[in-house]
């Protein structure tokens, strides 16, 4: 069951679920209205523990934690330092500790895309990725360093950044449905998603109130909120009726911070409360 159970949890570029979260603000994409998306610099840090377990041999626990900061500036593009550390137990006197390190870069307006990461098993190197991608029109082209040299066209995706900003721009508007090909640098660096998320309506201030670190946050103060479900799915696969490959909830904030996390794994589902939310000054443009 572990073993199993990692295969899949090590194949999931959670950086990236949260990425998704943090977009930046400058593309006419991400347009709505007229208003420009803002997304606020900031550091946050998730307990994880287990909620459900739907494997025939079923984990006992898990617990662990993600380090998430977010810096930038839509000039000088978007950086993304994160950590998840998650320990596995299967109640055979079997626990298993995995390990996700991972930094990105994106240009400001989506057009390039620079990652490494490493994941680990029990302190064991499994898998190691590192990379740029480039958009020219409707393609983008992907060139990796890491596990080994290979370039390769993605076809017509977007960055992780470029993701949220639609995702933003969609609930603005009040568009439930969002379908867009996702590419990350998860998988050894190759792997192409597409993706579904699903917006529901608004959480307005002063509306039910999170209890978490953002509970009395001033820079969150009258912000609004909408609880998004983003599924990924296997573009390899094609179109048709998929399971998704894993999927996240949460809600996101107009300016990109986001709670009340809930990983889905398939085998296995994840909640996330947000302990320690630190708001960083933004760097203005010139």
């Not at 699903?198 to 509306?207: D, N, Q, R, T, Y």
Request: aromatic share 8%.
């Amino acid at each position: 069951m572990i073993t199993r159970s990692l295969a899949k949890f090590h194949s999931v570029t959670v950086a990236t679920l949260l990425w998704a979260v943090v977009g930046t603000a400058e593309s006419p994409s991400a347009q709505a209205g007229g208003d420009t998306i803002v997304l606020a610099p900031h550091r946050a840090v998730y307990d994880l523990k287990l909620l459900e377990s739907r494997g025939k041999q079923p984990l006992q626990a898990a617990h662990g934690r993600i380090l998430y900061d977010f810096s930038g500036s839509p000039c000088e593009g978007y950086t993304l330092s994160f950590r998840q550390v998650t320990e596995l137990d299967s109640g055979e006197g079997k626990t298993a500790i995995s390990d996700l390190r991972t930094t990105n870069w994106e240009q400001g307006a989506g057009q390039s895309f620079r990652f490494a990461s490493t994941n680990l098993l029990n302190n064991e190197p499994v898998e190691a990725a590192e990379g740029r991608a480039e958009r020219a029109g409707d393609h983008v082209t992907v060139t990796l360093t890491r596990p080994q040299p290979k370039t390769f066209d993605a076809g017509d995706v977007v960055f992780p950044s470029e993701h949220m900003r639609r995702i933003i721009a969609a609930a603005r508007a009040g568009k439930p449905l969002l379908e867009v090909g996702v590419y990350d640098g998860s998988e050894a660096g190759e792997k192409i998603y597409n993706s579904l998320t699903v917006i529901g309506h608004a959480v307005e201030a002063p509306g039910r109130q999170p209890t978490d670190a953002a509970a009395g946050q001033q820079g969150l103060a009258g912000v609004k909120r909408w609880p998004v479900t983003v599924s990924y799915f296997d573009r390899a696969k094609g179109e048709g009726d998929q399971t998704p490959l894993y999927s996240i909830s949460f809600e996101a904030y107009e300016n990109g911070i986001a709670r009340a996390l809930k990983l889905d794994y398939g085998d296995f589902i994840l909640v996330g409360e947000m302990t320690t939310l630190e708001l960083k000054e933004a760097k203005p443009c010139p």
